[in-house]
Every structure is written in C-alpha cells, then in structure tokens.
C-alpha cells in the first residue's frame, strides 16, 4: 500500500508538470477531472490485494476528452492507466499515473451488423448491458464471465477474459476482430487482420515487427507457450508464430489486435472494440453433479466434457456452506443439494433444439451411474431455476470473501490451469501445500478447461505475505510438472507479472520487453505490468501491509461480531470480542468490501441508488466503502468519521439497505452511515432540519392534537414556504399531514386469550396514517386473534427511534429502543408475535438492535418480531388463519416493495398475501429504492436526486400500469413519493386485505 501522503511526497519531483496538467485538464475537458485525496483513494485499489494511489483521475465525455487527456498526460510525462470497472484480481488497474475511467460515458454500441454477426462498442459497456441489447436480435457476445454486470468490454479485452463457457465460444482473444487504439506517441491505429492492413501504415509497420520477433523466437514460443486454452500470461505473441499449434483459432489468420488483447493497457488505449457474435442459444438444461469427495468431482470432470456441455463449473464445500448463511443465496443452493455434498458440478448443455439438450442431460445421469454415483444429479431443465443457481455461482468470489475475521482468501495462484486428465491430481497436491502452511483453499469455477480458482487464506496483516510467496513458488512447480499456464484467466498484474519471465523463459521475457518498446519507448502507458514488474510480495503496494492500523475512536454500534478468528483449515470461528480495540469490529465490517465491484450492477435488486443515477465511484458502495477504509486507517486525515471526506461520500446514501443483502459479503452501509452521523453531530452539533426529523416522535402527539391548524399550514403559502426555507425541505414536497391519534382512542377487546399477538403502531401509522393500523387490527382480529397494542395509559407511545438514528442522535435512539424492549419483553416471554406495519420501524428490531449491546434480549425480541404480512404468512403455514377472502373490485395489484423489505426478503410475504384475494393478479415492480427515503426526499438539496431514483423505474411502471390497478406500498415514504411522481395512491397491504375481508 502507498498511502495518500507518501505518495505526494514521491511526486514532489515533478510536483509543477502535475499540477499544471491538472490545471490544463481541468480547463480543456468537458469531462470530471478528480485531483482531490479521497478521488485519488478510491481509485487506488481493485479487487486485488493492492493499493497504489493514482497521479489524478479523468472521466472523459466523449471520444475528444479521450484524446485529449492522452495528450496532455503525454505533453507532461506522465504515465497512463485505462480503467473499465476496477474489477481486476490482480491489481492490473492500479498504478501511480493518470487514471482514465471510461465507464460513464464511453460505453455506447457504435456499429452493428446483424448479418455479419459483428457489432462495434466502446470500451466502457457493461457486459450484460450490450448483450441485454442485442438479444432482440437473437445474438451474444459469449465470454460470459461472472462479473458480467459491471464488468467492461475494455477492461476485458485488457486482461483477455474467458468465462464459465470457453469451453465453447473461446476466450476474448478468440472473439475480438479489431481494436481502435491511441497508441503512447498519440498516433491513432487500426488494429485487425494482418492481411488487411495497409502497406505503409503505422499498424502493417508493427505488425510486420511482431511476425518478426515471433518468428525469431518461435522455437521458444512452441517450447515454453503452454498448450491449454487457458493461457494469459505476458503478450500473445504465439499468435504470430506461424508454426505454433493454436489451441483454438476460429479464423486462422492473424490479426495484430490480438497483441492488445491482454496487454494490460500496457501498448495502448482501446477507443473501439469490434467483436464477433454468437447465435443466443434457445434452450438450456443444467444438471448439478453431488459429489461425496472434491477428488472425484475433479476426477470425473475429464469424462463430462466428452458430453459436449457449454458449460462445467465447480461449487466446493466451503463456497455451499457460505452460500447457506446467505437469505438471498440460500433457497436457491439448497434446491440444487443431494445431502451434504461435499463438491458440486454444474454441467450445462445449450443449443437450438430443446430434445437435443434433454437427451445430454439424461446421458450425464447414465453416465454418472455407469461411475458408481447413480443419483447423484439434480435436473434442472427450466430457465428460471438455471438462472438463480448461475447467479450464485457468479456470486462465487464474493461469497467466498464474506468470511469475518482477519484472514480472508487470497488471490494469487488463483487460475493455474492444467490439462484435465491432471486436474484431480493437481488440485490434491496444491492442498496438501496449503495444509503444510496451516490453511485451506476455497476452490470454484471453470473445472471444464482445468481452471479452477482456489484462494488460500491467509492474514495479511500478519504472516500472509511470507506464506504466499512460499506457497506461489510450490504452486508453480507443480504447474510446471503438469505442463500448465501458471496464469490461466486473470492476467498478470502486479501478483504473477513477476512469474511472466518464470513461465516463457528469458528469451521469449526479453522479447515481450521488446514489444513493450516497440509501442510504447517511454514506458508510459501502464508501466509495472507484464515486463519488469514488482515481486508480488512488495509490501509497499498491499492494500494492507504490515505496518497498516486504524486510528482510535469508539463506535456507538457494538461490532464485536466482526472481530472473529477463524481456523482456515476447520472453518471454526472463535467467539467474537473486541480484543482491547473497539475500532477493530468497525474496521473489520468496512473491509468486507473486496472492491470486487458488484454493486455497479443495474439489472436487478435495489444497490446501489445513487450509483445508478450518478455513476459516479463516490456514490458507490465500493466507493464509500474505501472512503471509509483510508479514513478509518488514517489516511485521508485525522478527523475520522465526522471529516468532510466521509460527509461527502455518504450524502447520497439513502440508507435503503440494498447493499446488506445484494452485496454478497453483506456491507451494510446504511449502518456505516449511521455511525458516521452520530460522529459528525458529536463533532459538529445539530442542525434545525436534525432536530426536526429525529424529535418527530416527541411532538407528534402535540400536532395531532391540534392536527387541523397545523395541517392548514400547507395551504397557506407564504407560511408554508417560510417553514421549509428555515428547514431546508424542498418547496415541491408537502408538509406531513397528521390525522388524529390511532393509540389514544378507545379500543375494545376482541379474540380469545390463547392466540395473541401485539400489534406495534409506529409514529407514521398512528398520528397520520391510522387507517393503516385499524385494517390490520381488524384483519387480525378476523382471524381470531387477541390484538394488544404498543401503549399503557398515561405513557409516550413506544418508538424504534429510527428518526434519531437517521439525524445522528444515536443515545436518544438507544433510549429509545431501550424503553421499547422493556415494554414488549413480557409479550415476547410468553411467546407473543410482535407486528409491525412500518417495514423501517418494525425491522429496526431485527436489525439495529442487535447492535445496541442489549444482548439476549434483543436476540428474542428479533426473532419474535415480523412485519404484518410475514406475520399472516406464517400463521397460515400453521394453520392458524380462518380468513375468508372475497374479491375487491380489482383485477391487477402493482406492488413496490420497501428497501428495508427487500433487504430481509421480506417482499415475498405480500406477493404471498395479496395472492390470497380471489381474482387480483399480482405484478410486482422490480425497482431499486423509490427516491423518498424517509427524510432524504424532503431535503432540499436532494430532491432532484430522489426523483431521478423514482424515475429509474417505480415511477414509469405506474404509469405504463392500468388506472383501475391498485397500487401496494407498506412504506410511508414509498407511498408519499408514488403520490408526489405520479398523482396516484398506494394504500398498505393492511387496507386491501381489510376491503377483502368476508
């Protein structure tokens, strides 16, 4: 790692040409121009185990700003980093230069020719989006890797990608037909088939020297270049050797864009890429291979593949257990488990003719008896379930890194390839290494082409460095006994650039140095990577090196949970503690982020909002993640987190808990925030706004109270707009509204005394929306329960105090929650349900409570609180719900599920109950947070945000949707926004089941 501040001073040699190409690049670019400390710290990492702090960042608009930020970094001598999505394993996209994120803007589809199945793209399309456009037309771009939602076509064609189906279509080298290129000089070239190429031209001139140099060392490239597909290390210069045996050439000519694929950005920067395309399979079928051993299922890899499958990949055991702990991960394993397997392979067979694939699947269930595992497969013919187990298996290297504790897996021989009939031997052999260094390997993927991704754990912090370089180095002899590629995916980078010379030898090393001069003299363009790089080890470039700690401050959220040790070869977990240091848990739930980037993903889920509207690093969880890592290590100052730095990063967090469950290592970020507000009010004191929002529960009684005068503000307009100017609430959003007082009216007892349940009215569903709380406490009386509810006489009704967590009172919330689990601990002792309406409020309990160090009693009442619905789910699975439902009147219901919902899986619950209404067809909109986010929404400096969220689609879907559907929200800020974007109203599930009651 080189920190902010060490890094400076090592620029002071040429502190006037940074600063003026700072100057120059701010004035002459449309484009973001990112010089600042805690720009430069989010892009000093990826999702490697390295860190080197940037010169500056820019974010070019357009194709112009492009070129000219090469120019002026070219005019000041200072070197260049191309960037896609910062995803790269093996720090391939970090560097001490200019770093040019091409993301934003420059990820248009520039040709396409449906015909010649070709299509032309800039560098900086997502994956899955180019294929979501053209699957229309029935065509993919198959290098289908498991970052395809944020991963770049850029940064692939950079590192030569593969993917789980290369077994099939080939790796990117294979796919690519011509790259457009600035080259270091700022010459812009042609790169495509040799034959093609101009005589005279810049690209025949480098094309011409390459064939040269190949055919030079071709004895040496037909001796040390390893014969697997899966070989990306140092420059494809085999590619030129005319005599070479190809692996897999679907062409047959060479093509001097080939020399760029993999080059790590080293010999230029992609401006357009021209990729081949493939006809979209029809139909597929997936068969999960239970296997008793992890040797047999390497064992039998070799025999599978003769099936033909587009697709082998492997699941170990520890990836199944993690996967089990995760509530968005494990319905969908478990489907795919005969007992407890040990390994699984997922074998896919794709084509044309659904019988066809059918037939492959009954084969590879023959084939399995024919091996003594009869029975041993799961079939799975039907898309949607294939769908579900490939996301988890995408999800595979973030699964694996949401391990707690110190040691985590690390990536470094993570994709040696071998030859399959060795696989089984060579996976057994590396575990006896990690066992003789007292660690365990996670083991996943590409078992089809002998790529098997295997990550020992190893502490960093402490001995981890020792032990990589021991364990790479009898890592690589035995893939030099099984004639493998010692880098078989993910590139070179900064951990295996220093194995390039190992693997090819001298001669060929010393030619790849030669291509790196050809093209860029002045070693400018990605320096460090490929030839003459670093020792892996180098302990100045680890994102944690030995030297690294966290400054001290106390959290107000107990995170001892974090602070664990784990034993790599047992997998047991020591109980958690705070080990003297109460940064540590933080600190440790901070770094669960691996940078590996899914959170830039848009397909699907809630994460990450303010990404999606912004596109922006800053507004991303990873972003605010490492935002939060350098301040919690000091290196972005020492004011903590109450500084600038973490305010700013933070501003647009609406705190919708997306990250908690679509991050597959669970960072919870509306919790970091939660933290940092309380810091910063510590620091800095409250704001009017603060106290309005989080005192709400005070003098809510005393508004509804005298509810007509205050209501009557809003239709006063000078007084109205004077009220949210002082506020700071934006003038296009309406003052709460308050509607009398559901707790303090009179309410008779209904129901027997066995079946009981408490009925927990927040402060929105009693003082303004009280309609709410009468339907469900009429609905459950309906069923024949004994409805209690949160309040005794002469006493404040019971709050979860989330309004004081979200304005940074977090003592007044503590109190708050205290109170509460005082006055529902004798329900909960006699085993009472606690129900909520308000998804926030209610799942504060299940959630930040358990944070407040209230021990088991916090523990009981979460597992004993449910939101109205889950709560309804539940007492019909036991029988114990007579309700008679008619219809409503409604033939359609559209249901927008609230953040927090979402977060613990709780949307399924009301699709459930609303499919319980004779007649109501249920849609649900699959939508990220709807903008409103309790107070964010009103705020006058984030209005324009929120509505840019509304609109990414909950708002369009309203209204694309049929007038006479009705629309379903539980939560109060997503029914406000709903109301306030497209005039119509969403009423909670409560009422409609209530209109539905016999």
């Known amino acids: 790692m080189t920190s902010l501040t060490d890094n400076h001073h090592a620029r002071d040699a040429r502190i006037k040409p940074v600063t003026e190409m700072e100057a120059r690049l701010k004035r002459e670019l449309a484009g973001d121009v990112l010089f600042d400390h805690a720009s430069r710290g989010r892009y000093s990492t990826d999702a490697s185990i390295y860190q080197i702090t940037p010169v500056g960042v820019v974010i070019p608009r357009h194709q112009r700003d492009l070129g000219l930020a090469l120019e002026i970094a070219r005019d000041a001598g200072v070197p260049v980093l191309a960037r896609g999505a910062g995803t790269s394993q093996c720090g391939q996209t970090v560097g001490e230069a200019l770093v040019i994120d091409t993301t934003r803007h420059l990820n248009g589809v520039v040709e396409f020719d449906a015909e010649a199945r070709t299509v032309v793209v800039e560098p900086g399309i997502v994956l899955d989006h180019l294929n979501a456009w053209l699957k229309p037309h029935g065509l993919w771009y198959p290098v289908d890797v498991s970052t395809s939602a944020q991963c770049t076509i850029g940064g692939m064609a950079g590192n030569n990608s593969c993917g789980s189906r290369s077994i099939r279509y080939g790796n990117m080298v294979h796919n690519v037909l011509g790259v457009d290129a600035v080259l270091p000089d700022g010459n812009e070239v042609g790169f495509g088939f040799v034959d093609e190429l101009a005589e005279g031209s810049k690209a025949r001139h480098l094309a011409d020297r390459v064939r040269a140099i190949a055919e030079r060392v071709g004895p040496e490239i037909r001796e040390h270049f390893p014969k697997v597909l899966r070989r990306v290390g140092g420059y494809n210069l085999d590619l030129f050797d005319c005599q070479n045996p190809k692996p897999y050439d679907p062409d047959g000519r060479a093509n001097l864009a080939h020399l760029l694929v993999g080059s790590e950005g080293t010999l230029g920067v992609s401006r357009r890429i021209k990729l081949r395309l493939s006809p979209l399979p029809k139909h597929?079928?997936?068969?999960?291979?239970?296997?008793?051993?992890?040797?047999?299922?390497?064992?039998?890899?070799?025999?599978?593949?003769?099936?033909?499958?587009?697709?082998?990949?492997?699941?170990?055991?520890?990836?199944?257990?993690?996967?089990?702990?995760?509530?968005?991960?494990?319905?969908?394993?478990?489907?795919?488990?005969?007992?407890?397997?040990?390994?699984?392979?997922?074998?896919e067979f794709a084509g044309q003719d659904r019988d066809a694939q059918l037939q492959a699947l009954s084969r590879l269930n023959e084939l399995m008896a024919d091996l003594g595992l009869p029975g041993s497969v799961v079939d799975m013919p039907e898309p949607a379930e294939q769908a579900a187990l490939w996301n988890v298996r995408k999800a595979g290297l973030n699964i694996m890194m949401s391990m707690k504790g110190d040691g985590k897996p690390v990536s470094f021989i993570e994709d040696c390839a071998v030859p399959l009939e060795h696989l089984a031997e060579y996976t057994d052999k590396l575990t006896q290494v990690f066992h003789r260094y007292g660690t365990e390997g996670t083991w996943y993927a590409h078992a089809s082409v002998g790529t098997l991704h295997v990550r020992p754990i190893?502490?960093?912090?402490?001995?981890?460095?020792?032990?990589?370089?021991?364990?790479?180095?009898?890592?690589?002899?035995?893939?030099?006994?099984?004639?493998?590629?010692?880098?078989?995916?993910?590139?070179?980078?900064?951990?295996?650039?220093?194995?390039?010379?190992?693997?090819?030898?001298?001669?060929?090393?010393?030619?790849?140095?030669?291509?790196?001069?050809?093209?860029?003299?002045?070693?400018?363009?990605?320096?460090?990577?490929?030839?003459?790089?670093?020792?892996?080890?180098?302990?100045?470039?680890?994102?944690?090196?030995?030297?690294?700690?966290?400054?001290?401050?106390?959290?107000?959220?107990?995170?001892?949970?974090?602070?664990?040790?784990?034993?790599?070869?047992?997998?047991?977990?020591?109980?958690?503690?705070?080990?003297?240091?109460?940064?540590?848990?933080?600190?440790?739930?901070?770094?669960?982020?691996?940078?590996?980037?899914?959170?830039?993903?848009?397909?699907?889920?809630?994460?990450?909002?303010?990404?999606?509207?912004?596109?922006?690093?800053?507004?991303?969880?990873?972003?605010?993640?490492?935002?939060?890592?350098?301040?919690?290590?000091?290196?972005?100052?020492?004011?903590?987190?109450?500084?600038?730095?973490?305010?700013?990063?933070?501003?647009?967090?609406?705190?919708?808990?997306?990250?908690?469950?679509?991050?597959?290592?669970?960072?919870?970020?509306?919790?970091?925030?939660?933290?940092?507000?309380?810091?910063?009010?510590?620091?800095?004191?409250?704001?009017?706004?603060?106290?309005?929002?989080?005192?709400?529960?005070?003098?809510a009684p005393w508004a509804s109270r005298f509810s007509s005068l205050v209501n009557a503000t809003e239709r006063v307009p000078f007084i109205a707009s004077r009220i949210k100017r002082g506020l700071g609430l934006a003038p296009q959003r309406t003052l709460p509204t308050f509607h009398g007082n559901f707790l303090g009216e009179s309410h008779a007892t209904q129901g027997n005394t066995t079946r009981e349940v408490m009925l927990f009215v927040d402060t929105f569903n009693n003082y303004m929306e009280g309609d709410n709380a009468r339907a469900a406490k009429r609905v459950l009386e309906a069923a024949g329960y004994r409805v209690h509810l949160n309040v005794r006489k002469g006493e404040r009704p019971l709050c979860c105090g989330r309004t004081y967590l979200s304005s940074g009172q977090f003592d007044r919330a503590k109190r708050e929650a205290r109170r509460t689990l005082d006055h529902l601990m004798p329900y909960v002792d006699r085993g009472v349900a606690i129900v909520g309406l308000e998804p926030s409020c209610l799942?504060?309990?299940?959630?930040?409570?358990?944070?407040?160090?209230?021990?088991?009693?916090?523990?009981?009442?979460?597992?004993?609180?449910?939101?109205?619905?889950?709560?309804?789910?539940?007492?019909?699975?036991?029988?114990?719900?007579?309700?008679?439902?008619?219809?409503?009147?409604?033939?359609?219901?559209?249901?927008?599920?609230?953040?927090?919902?979402?977060?613990?899986?709780?949307?399924?619950?009301?699709?459930?109950?609303?499919?319980?209404?004779?007649?109501?067809?249920?849609?649900?909109?699959?939508?990220?947070?709807?903008?409103?986010?309790?107070?964010?929404?009103?705020?006058?400096?984030?209005?324009?945000?929120?509505?840019?969220?509304?609109?990414?689609?909950?708002?369009?879907?309203?209204?694309?949707?049929?007038?006479?559907?009705?629309?379903?929200?539980?939560?109060?800020?997503?029914?406000?926004?709903?109301?306030?974007?497209?005039?119509?109203?969403?009423?909670?599930?409560?009422?409609?089941?209530?209109?539905?009651?016999?």
Request: charged share 25%; with cysteine; glycine share 8%.
């Open 284 to 347: 597929k079928v997936l068969g999960v291979v239970n296997f008793p051993t992890f040797y047999q299922a390497m064992d039998v890899t070799q025999h599978i593949v003769k099936l033909d499958p587009s697709a082998v990949e492997l699941v170990d055991r520890t990836m199944i257990d993690l996967s089990l702990e995760n509530p968005a991960f494990r319905p969908v394993i478990e489907k795919a488990l005969i007992g407890r397997p040990d390994a699984v392979l997922l074998v």
């Open 458 to 699: 190893l502490d960093m912090r402490r001995d981890g460095a020792e032990k990589m370089r021991e364990i790479a180095e009898q890592a690589s002899a035995l893939v030099r006994e099984y004639k493998g590629a010692y880098s078989g995916e993910h590139g070179d980078g900064l951990c295996r650039g220093e194995w390039v010379a190992w693997q090819f030898g001298e001669t060929i090393n010393d030619a790849f140095r030669e291509i790196k001069a050809l093209f860029d003299p002045e070693n400018r363009f990605n320096p460090g990577k490929i030839v003459d790089t670093p020792q892996m080890d180098d302990d100045r470039y680890f994102r944690f090196p030995r030297h690294y700690k966290t400054i001290p401050l106390t959290p107000v959220f107990d995170w001892s949970a974090w602070n664990v040790k784990r034993d790599p070869l047992t997998g047991e977990q020591s109980a958690p503690g705070s080990a003297g240091d109460p940064t540590h848990g933080l600190a440790m739930a901070v770094e669960m982020c691996n940078n590996n980037g899914h959170c830039r993903k848009f397909d699907a889920g809630t994460m990450c909002p303010s990404y999606r509207i912004t596109k922006e690093e800053q507004h991303l969880t990873r972003g605010r993640a490492n935002t939060l890592r350098l301040v919690l290590s000091g290196q972005l100052g020492e004011e903590g987190l109450a500084g600038d730095d973490v305010k700013e990063v933070l501003d647009l967090c609406v705190s919708c808990k997306g990250c908690k469950r679509d991050c597959p290592t669970g960072v919870d970020m509306a919790k970091f925030k939660i933290e940092a507000r309380a810091a910063r009010v510590s620091a800095k004191g409250l704001s009017l706004r603060d106290r309005f929002v989080g005192e709400l529960p005070r003098y």
């Open 843 to 998: 799942l504060t309990m299940r959630d930040e409570f358990l944070q407040y160090g209230f021990g088991d009693e916090a523990k009981r009442l979460s597992d004993a609180a449910y939101l109205f619905e889950e709560f309804l789910v539940k007492a019909r699975a036991a029988d114990e719900l007579p309700l008679e439902l008619k219809p409503v009147g409604h033939r359609r219901a559209m249901l927008h599920g609230h953040c927090h919902q979402k977060a613990f899986d709780a949307v399924r619950p009301v699709e459930q109950v609303l499919r319980w209404i004779p007649g109501l067809e249920v849609t649900t909109i699959e939508s990220s947070c709807c903008g409103m986010a309790g107070s964010f929404g009103y705020e006058v400096e984030h209005y324009e945000a929120s509505m840019q969220m509304a609109e990414l689609s909950l708002l369009p879907a309203i209204r694309e949707s049929d007038n006479d559907a009705v629309l379903v929200a539980d939560g109060t800020s997503c029914r406000h926004q709903i109301h306030d974007g497209s005039g119509r109203e969403a009423i909670h599930v409560a009422r409609l089941l209530e209109q539905a009651l016999a």
